[in-house]
């Protein structure tokens, strides 16, 4: 297939007035009758009628009513049209018991689901499948399966039969059908003007127990959306379905969000913090996306993050309202480096809006979602919260019921501010992460920062342009105190200077606070003024930054100069872990050491070839040091944050779990697991039992309780995922691939389910040590496995082939190793474009 083109764009010409769908649901072979009314578009050119297309039975074509014969390609058909508006009704046959791709209408556990983003719609029935083709729809769903469900508000129903009727324009990627055995948990809401909005869950029959905190966190999303953006729901019912077999997280279909069970269903007994945490979030994200991304949608896909990068944004405002700002911001930056650095950084990097694709499902990507998302929070901070709001407001007006580019959303800020923001456009367009380096001088009472920014080459974007960055800084005295609270620099060139002057005794700066634009910061700081951050900043992402670059350096020390655990660090973290005033959560991060991933990128970065197993063994032996140094700080910490009465997701008691978990890991490394198998007997909740699970893997000391642990879950497919993910991930390094492997061939294994896949074969890709052993057995496993799904599944397939996205990292014998397995999956009969895409990328 070829390669599809940003600047190739043109308007349809085509619009489409309304649509009318009736299925008639079976197994293998389910009816669509269509009917839909054209007009041309003043906009566009009428030259050749193209509908989408694939996978299609056409059993018969109509123009208002007369039988026609089009042209019918894999990709869709042609037909001569008459001039002006027409009705075209079409009837074709599909197949969802044998979709496994899990796009277009596909089965999972005997239930009926669609998943049309991006491109699934054309799975379903002929149609101008693309964003900027908006149109009301009604559906009519026949089946003798008791709950049918789509988008809009319901309509008329008899026996066997249920219509729905979406009263907004929206793109057929928004479409969603829903027939099952299914129960619902009910609530309602009412919406500021006084509107009342009836609330549904929709899981199988046995989930019921695990929906109450999925409810919660719909209508906090949905008064908190009205509150800080002032947008209201704007239907008379909203409805979410869980379901199990699903390729992404969730999915925004108008009114009727589709999500993956493991990002919706909840419990205490089922679930860990984080799942709570990443629930809430995503219904959150699913929801704010009625306004941008339905009532205001993406032209093209090459728009994509004009709804993805803003709803993230505001998701991350969401949570950082409900729980702690501070903790979650260092999750996001923890996250975007892990993620998105390492894809900037890499052969897969690709600008926040894309030029060119051949298969946009491979642009859900941590570029277009979190720097995407980095992006519009450096626009805030650029404009000022006023502006922000301003502007947000004339793009909701302005644009509803739109299909709308990037232009667009930059166009309102323009007019709300008066800035010029032709630079900062870049953002946009340019890939790669951008180094910022700074030097200081110190001269009479002025402190002058030195910064230079420079982007290394990507993919197809040799020369790079200096970009507009945002840098918070503030000055800590030498006592303390701060003598200049944070200020926003705004750096357009590629040197540029600011002095701070009036200055007593020379400060310490802190730089970058709140993380205020996705770079790295090159900084050559001693570690006396990295302690004296850690020990004295008032910003806490900087403050935490200053721990984890002590860290980071003594690690890099470790691994590098076989140098032993640095006293300095560990006493500046005991000080800091024990400091009572801060948030149990900021400590719980603070314990945490620099991933194997990112250890190796920055090994690479300073001219070295990392070797994954050394990395491991060195972030191992920091861990004994750090078990041995604070043996009773340890335990005093977890003696103290044990959480008495009954569970709850919140913010504060998880906080308190994540540190007597941070501690009771290192505990465990002296104590033979006695105090985890307290914990893992006693435990009513997975937070506490998965946490004593893991210190018992992690010592080798779980046999039993992986065995009970089993025994207990079987029937829960969810928490049967994290035992399979947690076996793998803990395996020692010689291991990983056999443990991988093993799993594979146990009962419960089901490749066609992407989320038991991933906790498989993602765990597998996530332990770089076992992923990258010298003997090749990670790559030759993973390989082998992607090979076999892609026949099922591509779109899982080529996301999981990131895996190999850094293999130029590494010495020669993995990279011959690496590039063969590569050369192997692309010499497939009938691989798929997303993952011939993907591997060809990687392999350039
Ligand atoms: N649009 C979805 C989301 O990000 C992904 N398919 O919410
Ligand atoms: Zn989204």
């Given at each position: 297939?070829?390669?599809?083109?940003?600047?190739?764009?043109?308007?349809?010409?085509?619009?489409?007035?309304?649509?009318?769908?009736?299925?008639?649901?079976?197994?293998?072979?389910?009816?669509?009758?269509?009917?839909?009314?054209?007009?041309?578009?003043?906009?566009?050119?009428?030259?050749?009628?193209?509908?989408?297309?694939?996978?299609?039975?056409?059993?018969?074509?109509?123009?208002?009513?007369?039988?026609?014969?089009?042209?019918?390609?894999?990709?869709?058909?042609?037909?001569?049209?008459?001039?002006?508006?027409?009705?075209?009704?079409?009837?074709?046959?599909?197949?969802?018991?044998?979709?496994?791709?899990?796009?277009?209408?596909?089965?999972?556990?005997?239930?009926?689901?669609?998943?049309?983003?991006?491109?699934?719609?054309?799975?379903?029935?002929?149609?101008?499948?693309?964003?900027?083709?908006?149109?009301?729809?009604?559906?009519?769903?026949?089946?003798?399966?008791?709950?049918?469900?789509?988008?809009?508000?319901?309509?008329?129903?008899?026996?066997?039969?249920?219509?729905?009727?979406?009263?907004?324009?929206?793109?057929?990627?928004?479409?969603?059908?829903?027939?099952?055995?299914?129960?619902?948990?009910?609530?309602?809401?009412?919406?500021?003007?006084?509107?009342?909005?009836?609330?549904?869950?929709?899981?199988?029959?046995?989930?019921?127990?695990?929906?109450?905190?999925?409810?919660?966190?719909?209508?906090?999303?949905?008064?908190?959306?009205?509150?800080?953006?002032?947008?209201?729901?704007?239907?008379?019912?909203?409805?979410?379905?869980?379901?199990?077999?699903?390729?992404?997280?969730?999915?925004?279909?108008?009114?009727?969000?589709?999500?993956?069970?493991?990002?919706?269903?909840?419990?205490?007994?089922?679930?860990?913090?984080?799942?709570?945490?990443?629930?809430?979030?995503?219904?959150?994200?699913?929801?704010?996306?009625?306004?941008?991304?339905?009532?205001?949608?993406?032209?093209?896909?090459?728009?994509?993050?004009?709804?993805?990068?803003?709803?993230?944004?505001?998701?991350?405002?969401?949570?950082?309202?409900?729980?702690?700002?501070?903790?979650?911001?260092?999750?996001?930056?923890?996250?975007?480096?892990?993620?998105?650095?390492?894809?900037?950084?890499?052969?897969?990097?690709?600008?926040?809006?894309?030029?060119?694709?051949?298969?946009?499902?491979?642009?859900?990507?941590?570029?277009?979602?979190?720097?995407?998302?980095?992006?519009?929070?450096?626009?805030?901070?650029?404009?000022?919260?006023?502006?922000?709001?301003?502007?947000?407001?004339?793009?909701?007006?302005?644009?509803?019921?739109?299909?709308?580019?990037?232009?667009?959303?930059?166009?309102?800020?323009?007019?709300?501010?008066?800035?010029?923001?032709?630079?900062?456009?870049?953002?946009?367009?340019?890939?790669?992460?951008?180094?910022?380096?700074l030097?200081e001088?110190w001269?009479?009472?002025?402190l002058?920062l030195?910064?230079?920014?420079?982007?290394?080459?990507?993919?197809?974007?040799?020369?790079?342009?200096?970009?507009?960055?945002?840098?918070a800084v503030g000055l800590i005295g030498p006592d303390g105190e701060e003598v200049q609270e944070t200020t926003?620099?705004?750096?357009?060139?590629?040197?540029?200077?600011?002095?701070f002057?009036?200055l007593g005794a020379r400060p310490v700066a802190s730089v970058l606070r709140g993380?205020?634009?996705?770079?790295?910061?090159?900084r050559?700081q001693d570690?006396a003024d990295r302690a004296f951050l850690l020990a004295h900043d008032t910003d806490p992402y900087c403050r935490w930054e200053a721990g984890?670059a002590?860290?980071?350096?003594?690690?890099?020390?470790?691994?590098?100069?076989?140098?032993?655990?640095?006293?300095?660090?560990?006493?500046a973290?005991?000080?800091?872990?024990?400091?009572?005033?801060?948030?149990?959560?900021?400590?719980?991060?603070?314990?945490?050491?620099?991933?194997?991933?990112?250890?190796?990128?920055?090994?690479?970065?300073?001219?070295?070839?990392?070797?994954?197993?050394?990395?491991?063994?060195?972030?191992?032996?920091?861990?004994?040091?750090?078990?041995?140094?604070?043996?009773?700080?340890?335990?005093?910490?977890?003696?103290?944050?044990?959480?008495?009465?009954?569970?709850?997701?919140?913010?504060?008691?998880?906080?308190?779990?994540?540190?007597?978990?941070?501690?009771?890991?290192?505990?465990?490394?002296?104590?033979?697991?006695?105090?985890?198998?307290?914990?893992?007997?006693?435990?009513?909740?997975?937070?506490?039992?998965?946490?004593?699970?893991?210190?018992?893997?992690?010592?080798?000391?779980?046999?039993?309780?992986?065995?009970?642990?089993?025994?207990?879950?079987?029937?829960?497919?969810?928490?049967?995922?994290?035992?399979?993910?947690?076996?793998?991930?803990?395996?020692?390094?010689?291991?990983?691939?056999?443990?991988?492997?093993?799993?594979?061939?146990?009962?419960?294994?089901?490749?066609?389910?992407?989320?038991?896949?991933?906790?498989?074969?993602?765990?597998?890709?996530?332990?770089?040590?076992?992923?990258?052993?010298?003997?090749?057995?990670?790559?030759?496993?993973?390989?082998?496995?992607?090979?076999?799904?892609?026949?099922?599944?591509?779109?899982?397939?080529?996301?999981?082939?990131?895996?190999?996205?850094?293999?130029?990292?590494?010495?020669?014998?993995?990279?011959?190793?690496?590039?063969?397995?590569?050369?192997?999956?692309?010499?497939?009969?009938?691989?798929?474009?997303?993952?011939?895409?993907?591997?060809?990328?990687?392999?350039?």
């Amino acid at each position: 297939a070829e390669t599809i083109f940003l600047a190739d764009y043109t308007p349809p010409g085509w619009l489409v007035e309304d649509v009318s769908l009736t299925f008639r649901l079976a197994p293998d072979a389910t009816r669509v009758l269509s009917r839909i009314r054209f007009r041309p578009n003043p906009d566009g050119t009428q030259d050749r009628f193209f509908l989408h297309g694939e996978k299609l039975t056409l059993i018969s074509a109509r123009i208002d009513g007369a039988p026609v014969t089009p042209d019918v390609t894999d990709e869709g058909l042609t037909c001569a049209v008459p001039d002006g508006a027409f009705t075209w009704e079409t009837e074709v046959e599909i197949a969802p018991a044998q979709n496994f791709a899990l796009e277009g209408l596909y089965m999972s556990n005997g239930m009926y689901c669609t998943q049309c983003e991006a491109e699934g719609f054309r799975k379903i029935t002929y149609y101008p499948d693309r964003p900027d083709v908006m149109a009301t729809f009604t559906v009519r769903i026949e089946s003798d399966l008791p709950v049918m469900l789509s988008n809009g508000n319901p309509g008329a129903s008899g026996p066997g039969w249920t219509e729905w009727h979406d009263p907004w324009p929206k793109p057929a990627y928004l479409f969603a059908l829903v027939a099952g055995d299914l129960i619902a948990h009910p609530d309602s809401f009412t919406t500021q003007s006084g509107k009342d909005v009836a609330l549904n869950i929709w899981v199988r029959p046995g989930d019921e127990g695990k929906c109450a905190f999925g409810m919660e966190a719909l209508k906090k999303s949905m008064k908190w959306d009205e509150e800080v953006y002032g947008r209201e729901y704007d239907l008379d019912i909203f409805n979410i379905v869980a379901v199990d077999d699903f390729n992404m997280g969730a999915m925004e279909n108008k009114g009727l969000n589709v999500f993956n069970s493991s990002c919706v269903l909840a419990s205490p007994e089922t679930s860990t913090d984080g799942n709570f945490e990443r629930v809430e979030a995503i219904i959150a994200h699913e929801y704010f996306h009625n306004w941008t991304g339905n009532r205001i949608t993406c032209r093209d896909w090459f728009q994509l993050c004009l709804k993805e990068g803003l709803t993230v944004f505001r998701d991350s405002q969401f949570t950082s309202d409900m729980r702690s700002a501070p903790v979650k911001r260092i999750s996001d930056v923890i996250a975007l480096r892990a993620r998105q650095f390492r894809e900037d950084n890499g052969p897969l990097a690709h600008p926040v809006r894309p030029e060119s694709f051949r298969e946009i499902n491979n642009f859900y990507t941590a570029t277009v979602y979190e720097k995407g998302a980095e992006v519009i929070g450096m626009l805030k901070r650029l404009v000022g919260d006023e502006a922000y709001e301003k502007a947000c407001d004339l793009y909701f007006t302005r644009h509803d019921g739109q299909a709308c580019t990037i232009e667009d959303w930059l166009q309102v800020f323009t007019e709300a501010t008066g800035r010029d923001l032709g630079q900062f456009k870049r953002w946009y367009s340019q890939a790669g992460t951008p180094r910022l380096t700074l030097r200081e001088t110190w001269d009479e009472g002025t402190l002058t920062l030195h910064f230079s920014q420079r982007t290394p080459p990507t993919p197809g974007q040799t020369d790079k342009q200096p970009q507009v960055l945002p840098i918070a800084v503030g000055l800590i005295g030498p006592d303390g105190e701060e003598v200049q609270e944070t200020t926003l620099l705004e750096m357009t060139e590629t040197e540029q200077s600011f002095s701070f002057s009036g200055l007593g005794a020379r400060p310490v700066a802190s730089v970058l606070r709140g993380f205020s634009a996705p770079v790295i910061l090159q900084r050559d700081q001693d570690n006396a003024d990295r302690a004296f951050l850690l020990a004295h900043d008032t910003d806490p992402y900087c403050r935490w930054e200053a721990g984890r670059a002590l860290a980071k350096q003594a690690l890099m020390r470790m691994i590098t100069d076989d140098a032993p655990a640095d006293p300095a660090y560990l006493g500046a973290l005991t000080t800091l872990l024990g400091d009572e005033t801060l948030d149990p959560a900021f400590r719980a991060l603070a314990m945490a050491l620099p991933s194997e991933d990112d250890l190796a990128q920055s090994l690479a970065d300073t001219g070295h070839v990392p070797d994954p197993q050394r990395i491991w063994d060195k972030r191992e032996a920091m861990r004994d040091a750090m078990a041995d140094f604070m043996p009773d700080l340890l335990a005093q910490l977890f003696d103290a944050h044990q959480v008495p009465g009954r569970y709850a997701p919140e913010a504060a008691p998880a906080a308190a779990r994540a540190l007597a978990n941070s501690a009771l890991a290192l505990l465990s490394r002296r104590d033979g697991g006695e105090r985890a198998r307290v914990q893992y007997a006693e435990a009513d909740n997975m937070t506490q039992q998965l946490a004593a699970l893991s210190c018992l893997l992690s010592i080798g000391m779980a046999d039993d309780a992986l065995g009970a642990f089993y025994d207990q879950w079987q029937s829960d497919r969810l928490v049967i995922d994290k035992w399979f993910s947690l076996q793998v991930a803990f395996a020692a390094p010689d291991q990983t691939a056999a443990t991988a492997a093993r799993l594979a061939g146990h009962p419960d294994f089901d490749m066609k389910n992407p989320n038991r896949f991933r906790a498989t074969f993602g765990a597998l890709a996530a332990s770089p040590a076992g992923f990258h052993h010298a003997s090749g057995a990670g790559y030759r496993l993973l390989a082998d496995w992607l090979i076999r799904l892609d026949a099922l599944n591509p779109q899982t397939t080529a996301r999981m082939s990131t895996a190999f996205e850094t293999w130029k990292r590494f010495d020669a014998d993995r990279q011959d190793m690496i590039r063969a397995e590569l050369e192997r999956i692309l010499s497939r009969d009938g691989l798929s474009r997303d993952t011939s895409e993907m591997i060809t990328r990687i392999l350039a």
